[in-house]
């Protein structure tokens, strides 16, 4: 009887113990779907031209590299803008992603699987992107991103 009772104890103080990272654990899956979240909310935003949403996901200091460029987050924004006054269409979707979280700081890679259309035609584009969050009161904003598109074959 003393052996099991023994035995039940050491499990619980074992299940006690692992109770913390399996906290965090958990805490982080959670930060890690917010994470995916804002960025899937960051091309709705930018595919209906919402600066005001935009706003609210970029931290005040964003800035992105794409088509070979640095971009501030409203230049980006007024840029497509632009195109979709001209006509243009993309379609972006986070595919594949992985995230890293470390405190209010968190990194995610994805494949942004998408297209293109224009009074030309329409084409399926992909991209290779990565993108740095900050956490500021309990929300993640998005601070750096950067875009390669993926060579046609």
Request: aromatic share 10%; with cysteine; charged share 20%.
């Amino acid at each position: 009887m003393t052996v099991t009772k023994n035995l039940c104890h050491a499990i619980a103080w074992a299940i006690i113990a692992l109770m913390p990272g399996l906290s965090r654990a958990a805490a982080t899956g959670t930060d890690d779907a917010k994470v995916v979240d804002t960025m899937r909310a960051l091309f709705v935003a930018a595919t209906h031209d919402d600066m005001n949403q935009f706003h609210r996901l970029a931290c005040p200091d964003f800035y992105a590299f794409d088509a070979g460029k640095p971009f501030s987050g409203d230049t980006l924004m007024n840029l497509i803008k632009k195109d979709h006054a001209a006509g243009d269409v993309f379609v972006w979707q986070v595919t594949e992603p992985k995230v890293h979280v470390d405190g209010n700081t968190a990194w995610i890679t994805y494949v942004n699987r998408g297209s293109f259309a224009n009074a030309a035609g329409k084409r399926d584009v992909s991209w290779l992107e990565s993108a740095v969050l900050s956490k500021n009161a309990g929300a993640w904003c998005i601070r750096f991103l950067h875009s390669t598109p993926i060579p046609a074959h």
